[in-house]
């Protein structure tokens, strides 16, 4: 059973920048495609971005410029770079991953999430 964990969330003023981490207990995370999704207050969860495993990258069209998705496999670790933050971005961040395809809304495996608020 693949575990996910996320860190990284906080309290950031309007226009700041946050990274998201997201550590796997599984070293073969190479084989897993891994996306960030996130539900906000009052919100239905959305996909925000995927990284497959041969390091494609995928965006909401609502990040799309200010998030940047990376991996580090040698660290099972995969990041969210969170630039240009509006509070229509505050919400919990979710990290998923599978090995069949970059559907984030359908990954199999999911951490308990990491709180970005954004507010001045």
């Known amino acids: 059973q693949l575990q996910l964990v996320e860190s990284g969330g906080g309290l950031v003023q309007p226009g700041g920048s946050l990274r998201l981490s997201c550590v796997a207990s599984d070293s073969a995370l190479e084989y897993y495609h891994i996306g960030w999704s996130r539900q906000g207050p009052g919100k239905e969860r959305e996909g925000v971005s995927c990284i497959s495993t041969l390091s494609s990258t995928y965006y909401a069209d609502s990040v799309k410029g200010r998030f940047t998705i990376s991996r580090d496999n040698a660290k099972n670790t995969v990041y969210l770079q969170m630039n240009s933050l509006k509070p229509e971005d505050a919400a919990n961040y979710y990290c998923?991953?599978?090995?069949?395809?970059?559907?984030?809304?359908?990954?199999?495996?999911w951490g308990k999430g990491t709180l970005v608020t954004v507010s001045s």
């Open positions: 998923a991953a599978d090995r069949g395809s970059c559907s984030v809304p359908n990954m199999r495996f």
